[in-house]
């Protein structure tokens, strides 16, 4: 049998001084430099002062950009190892940074690892992989939603350069990066998905203009947010500025996304765990109408359903990371996609129970269940909406099934089946009848 939910005693012991790392050293940064850019902004010399010590500590570890094959500075760890990190990770927007698992950068990192020319690699990948810049993906269009048939940026070669005009939403942390990877359609006379294209584009390029900084839900207005609105106007790159090849786009971006979705899925996981770690602690502490919370059936009820669905979902992204280190990304699809809708469900359902059991305190903004709350909502949008997924795990799982022989009656039809049965053992039948 190869059945083993057991983690190896070595890596156990890399995780438990993760797991003290970024409570101790990574986790205060947080609370001091809060906003969602912060992370993201390299040129604050403080914030720069207090990682680049951190980051030389996680690589002299072995666990620097572990999403990555030894070849690109990584471990090859594989995605069942990423996971169980990014339970730890996922409490702080500071580890990723400090751990070098920093999206949108990593899913960067990956495509130009996989599709750039060694000049590409040279300019922006080393750079990525060095902690040493910030990237951005600029793909979503205002119109256009979850709908890449409605994208209306366009690029047309004019002599040896690719002029791209158009415009993109929320291409995060557009304000921070060195470069932005740009899908724009190049051959509007076919299906985008065969004739997008993705170009490297340098963030001093002229044309270039962020039209504003959209922030989420729980930030407030009168800040500045992280997700640009860029309008491209007219940018003007060299004909060796395409990523791939012109009309691939389409190809690289389920090989980023992909990945981006079950990393999303991993964090969510550390995210529910918070949330079922602050009702567990309040349960226990709060005394109300003669006993304590933790007495109440309700209560009791809300941490068994909590307890139940989180190691559902933590078990099911485990899954699917396995799926995906077999290498077999047709089978790892339905599995990524499953936990990528279980993501918002559960963690709407497990940070909903927490803010009851905290009540007036749980609705304000002196406890991390806010941002927490908002995560739920937008988890159900990012890298593709729930119900585009569902459809994904649908047809995936049709496929494993043919329709009945009669359309008329199931095969589980429960007379047909009897009758088969009866003509089966048809001889001990008339043996009994014939002792009676």
Known sequence: MAWDFATEPEFQEKLDWMDRFVREEVEPIGLVWRKGTDPFDMHNATTRALVKPLQEEVKARGLWACHLTPELGGQGYGQVKLALMNEILGRSQWASRVFGTQAPDTGNAEIIAHYGTEAQKQQYLQPLLAG??????????????SDPGQFRCRAWREGDEWVIEGEKYFSSHADFAEFFIVMAVTNPDVPVHQGATMFLVPRATPGIEILRNVGLMYESLDEPGAHGWVRYNRVRVPADAVLGEPGAAFELAQKRLGGGRIHHAMRTVAYCRRAFDMLCERALS???QGSLLS??????????DSFIQLEQFRLLVLYAAWWCDQGDARKSRVYIAA????AAEVLHDIVRRAVQLHGALGCSNETPLGSLWASAAMMGVMDGPSEVHRVTIAKQVLRRYKPSADPLWPSDWLPAKIDAARK??????????GNL
């Open 132 to 145: 040493d810049m910030v990237s951005c993906y600029s793909m979503t269009e205002p119109q256009a939603g």
């Open 295 to 304: 007495e109440k059936q309700s209560v009791q009820n809300y941490i068994a």
């Open 424 to 433: 089966k053992f048809a001889a001990h039948l008339d043996d009994t009848v």
């Open 339 to 342: 936990v990528k809708v279980q």
């Open 286 to 288: 709060r005394y109300t």
